[in-house]
């Protein structure tokens, strides 16, 4: 006898700021200001553009984008009696983010839109994907015999 796990996903859209070659020597073409702050634009795969105004705070300065966020159908509550994680469609949110002082982007794992989650590296993330498709490979194979 298998068994089926249904996971459900929604993939959010976001759009991307035009990508170019943000470098020290040439600026971006983009068809809105640019706040002071981020005279070299946003990397390619940040999807707040125009989003991004002259008020924002100093801590608020991030980059954001490639967003996407999972049904976590095999969440149990007992794994935590914190009420924004252990709800009835508990959701595990993950995307791309950089303070622009930052030299490369992290990927936040959040629960269910809080702040409650991690920050992990982009190398960190890296090994951690290639262990989870190895996983999920074992896990077919066995399915198989
Ligand atoms: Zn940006």
């Known amino acids: ?9 929604e993939t959010v859209p976001v759009t991307t700021a035009p990508s170019g070659t943000a470098t020290v020597t040439s600026l971006p073409q983009v068809d809105y200001p640019l706040p002071a702050w981020l005279p070299y634009g946003c990397p390619a795969w940040c999807g707040y553009g125009d989003e ?5 705070h100093y801590d608020d300065r991030n980059h954001g984008g490639f967003a996407f966020n999972l049904v ?11 009420r924004d994680i252990a709800t009835e ?14 030299v490369e982007p992290r990927i936040w794992i959040g ?3 809080t702040n409650k989650g991690v920050h992990v590296t982009i190398s960190e993330a890296e090994k ?3 262990h989870l498709l190895d996983m999920v490979a074992a896990a077919h194979a066995a399915a198989a015999r």
């Open 1 to 9: 006898m298998t068994s089926t796990t249904t996971i459900e996903a």
């Open 52 to 56: 991004h105004d002259e008020d924002t």
């Open 72 to 82: 976590l159908t095999a969440f149990s509550s007992a794994i935590s009696d914190d």
């Open 89 to 102: 469609r508990p959701e595990l949110n993950m995307n791309l983010v950089q303070h622009y002082r930052e």
């Open 111 to 113: 629960f269910n839109g």
């Open 128 to 130: 951690a994907a290639r």
